[in-house]
C-alpha cells in the first residue's frame, strides 16, 4: 500500500522561505513520478513540480521556476521541496503525489495522471 505523507507546511511572510517533505513508502516500482501540487480554496489543483525517481529529470510550473527547488532522496525514500521568495500567492494546501514513471512526461504531469496523493500541508503566505 502506498503511503505518502506531506510535513513542512506554515506561516511566512511574503519574501520567506518554507521547505516541504514527503516521506514515501509501499512503493513497488523502483522508477515512477513524484511530485507537488498545490490547491487553493476556490481553484483547482495544479501541479508546481516534478521529478522521475530514476534520472532525477525535473520540472516546474512556470509561477514557481527560479524560485522552488523539488529533491529527492531515494536513500530515505523522500521528497522534498524547498520554497523560497515566497509570495502570498502561493498559499494553498500542497500535496505530494506519485505515479508511474510517464506521468512526468511533458504530455501528462496533470492531477489526474496521479493515483496516490498524501493528505496535504498548508502554506500560508501573507503579505
Known amino acids: 500500500q502506498v503511503q505518502l505523507v506531506e510535513s513542512g507546511g506554515g506561516s511566512v511572510q511574503a519574501g520567506g522561505s518554507l521547505s516541504l517533505s514527503c516521506a514515501v513508502s509501499g512503493y513497488t516500482y523502483s522508477t515512477y513520478c513524484i511530485g507537488w501540487f498545490r490547491q487553493a480554496p476556490g481553484k483547482d489543483r495544479e501541479g508546481v513540480a516534478g521529478?522521475?525517481?530514476?534520472?532525477?529529470?525535473?520540472y516546474y510550473a512556470d509561477s514557481v521556476k527560479g524560485r522552488f527547488t523539488i529533491a529527492q532522496d531515494n536513500g530515505k525514500n523522500m521528497l522534498y521541496l524547498q520554497m523560497n521568495a515566497l509570495k502570498p500567492e502561493d498559499t494553498a494546501m500542497y500535496y505530494c503525489?506519485?505515479?508511474?514513471?510517464?506521468?512526468?512526461?511533458?504530455?501528462?504531469?496533470?492531477?489526474?495522471?496521479?493515483?496516490?496523493w498524501g493528505q496535504g500541508t498548508q502554506v500560508t503566505v501573507s503579505s
Open positions: 503525489a506519485a505515479a508511474g514513471a510517464i506521468a512526468c512526461d511533458s504530455r501528462y504531469r496533470g492531477a489526474a495522471d496521479f493515483g496516490y
Open positions: 521529478i522521475r525517481s530514476i534520472g532525477g529529470s525535473t
